[in-house]
């Protein structure tokens, strides 16, 4: 099974400041098709989680352009420009193929 | 769309539970469907799929062959069927879209296995 490792499991950013959350995965993710179907997730407390990011890098509908997903083969990173005070909550990394997993998920908060 | 779980509660360890999502606002036979897990100050943990048709399931290794996953697609119902509880299945169960999209999530449900 794929295993994902995410790093920091928390931090505290300034508003206004970018933040960077890194998913590390124990084999490639790139699939038979030639796509990565790396996806990120956000869950706000009390809430279910919202995709964010999928196929690596395309952002869902609604999502603000200073979220943006990067990387290739074992190694992503999503990344948040500049963050504002509704992104606090935790991130996860998702492998979504067949036998999914998450990442343990990364705990943001604002300074 | 909309999906809504239903049948959780409490549980004494060992016990049974069988979990609906009822999904509405799309054509749920054309869709995968899995059960996701919020387990308690920990992260989520997918638990497993159904194939659009109903034919094909996997699970996460920690609960293959404790939980079933189902499907109804005359009534648009996924299921999801939990024998031998233990406390530490203690969560909030969602259903969602997916393998290959997870675009839509329930509410979730609480389950909580105590003695």
């Known amino acids: 099974d794929v295993v994902l490792t995410q790093s920091p499991p928390s931090l505290t950013v300034p508003l206004g400041q970018p933040a960077s959350i890194s998913c590390r995965s124990s084999q490639s993710l790139v699939y038979s098709d030639g796509d990565t179907y790396l996806s990120w997730f956000h869950q706000r407390p009390g809430q279910s989680p919202r995709r964010l990011i999928y196929?690596?890098?395309t952002r869902d509908s609604g999502v603000p352009d200073r979220f943006s997903g990067s990387g290739s083969g074992t190694d992503f990173t999503l990344e948040i420009s500049r963050v504002e005070s509704e992104d606090v909550g935790v991130y996860y990394c998702m492998y979504i193929t067949h036998r999914c997993s998450f990442g343990q998920g990364t705990r943001l908060e604002i300074k | 769309v909309q999906l809504e779980e239903s049948g959780g509660g409490l549980v004494r360890p060992g016990e049974s539970l069988r979990l609906s999502c009822a999904a509405s606002?799309?054509?749920?036979?054309?869709?995968?469907m899995s059960w996701i897990r919020h387990l308690p100050g920990k992260g989520l943990e997918w638990l497993g799929y159904?194939?659009?048709?109903?034919?094909?399931?996997d699970y996460a290794s920690s609960v293959m062959g404790r939980f079933t996953v189902s499907r109804d697609n005359a009534a648009d119902l996924l299921h999801l069927q939990m024998n031998s509880l233990i406390v530490e299945d203690t969560a909030i169960y969602y259903c969602a879209t997916g393998p290959w999209s997870f675009d839509h999530w329930g509410q979730g449900t609480l389950v909580t296995v105590s003695s």
């Open positions: 606002g799309f054509i749920f036979r054309n869709y995968y």
């Open positions: 159904v194939s659009s048709d109903g034919t094909i399931t």
């Open positions: 196929k690596l890098t």
